[in-house]
């Protein structure tokens, strides 16, 4: 093993930033009061859990009521689905709802549970490069659609839809819009009014704040049924004792993230095409995953043809390069990724694909290392399983 580990897979976590540990600090130990306690120490929880909320309000330009906190993206996006969902039919709104086709497993997997209790469901497919054209949601809207969802930025291809466009047209037909903006934070604005959305969650881990605590954005007046029964927190949104130090350091996460947004595109954009740039000019037959102009900053999607990214991934590992593959390990088959698929690559293809995500800590320096590493790797892969396409 190198000794230093070259982190590429900040689309799947962020280490927390220091900074950020120190404002959590004082709320494991010497803050341990519960925000619905009466006493001094609850009323210093409860103020801290406050101010946390002003913070996320400033940053989406939203108030603090239109704020849930939650247990990270995926609880945010039940929530988002499911209460607004069941709300929606209770209120007699439709029963028809329409999910992107790369949605994270989150949306994908809620909208397939509201499919079992009887709401109906379109798949919205995404172009070659995947993103969702708006002419296309126009067409899936039907009389009857209460909800929509259609992530802002995908997770695994770094591709950025153009939210505020699909925004609009849920709003004139008076449908919600729900939006997965998990990977936005630090790279992309969150202005909820300008980006037309009702619902937007965000998970603090993938923006350099702790994991497990997350928050939803709820417009106000959109229907909303309590996923987490018990207690009146958040509104009787989301009951269960807060999460004060972690809704503390996803405040000043996202805040840091905001503040930094414009210097950490710059410096991150740089970065991905230089190695995008350089693998695609060093491995032949090698594309680009996603779409080169909407994309992440920190997103370098890679397909090698006839190799296995698992045994890319297994190679970079030993060389102290931590990345992350288009393909998930259910039940010892290699699944290709329903994202890749969707984009139309042959399940063969999306095998060989292989994502590098970049944050904070990747110098030119680590690019440089995978840029000299990575080409000999698929060479030998090639010279053991030679091509046969
Ligand atoms: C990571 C991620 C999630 C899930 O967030 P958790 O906090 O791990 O539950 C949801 N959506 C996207 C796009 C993600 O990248």
Redesign the pocket.
Known sequence: MRERIVYLDH???TPLDPQVFEAMRPYFTQQPGNPSSIHQLGRAALQAVDDAREQVALVLGCTRRELVFT???????NLALKGAAFALREAGRGAHLIVSAI?????IHAAAYLQRCGFTLTHLPVTSTGLVRPDDLRAALRPDTALVSV?????ELGTVQPLAALGAICREADVIFHT????APGCLPLDVEALNVDLL?L????FYGP????VLYVRRDTPLLPQINGGGQERRRRAGTENVPGIVGLAAALTRAEAGRSAYTARMTLLRDRLIDGLLARIPQSWLNGDREQRLPTNAHLGFACVEGESVLLLLDQAGICASSGSACTSGALEPSHVLLALGLEPDAANGSVRFTLGYSISEAEVDYVLAVLPPMIERLRAVVPCTT
Request: aromatic share 4%; glycine share 18%; no cysteine.
């Open positions: 689309a799947a976590t247990g990270g993206g995926s609880e945010g996006a949605e994270h497993h989150a949306v992530m802002y930025a995908n997770n997965d903006a998990v990977q969650s998970t603090a881990h993938k994991k497990g605590v997350g």
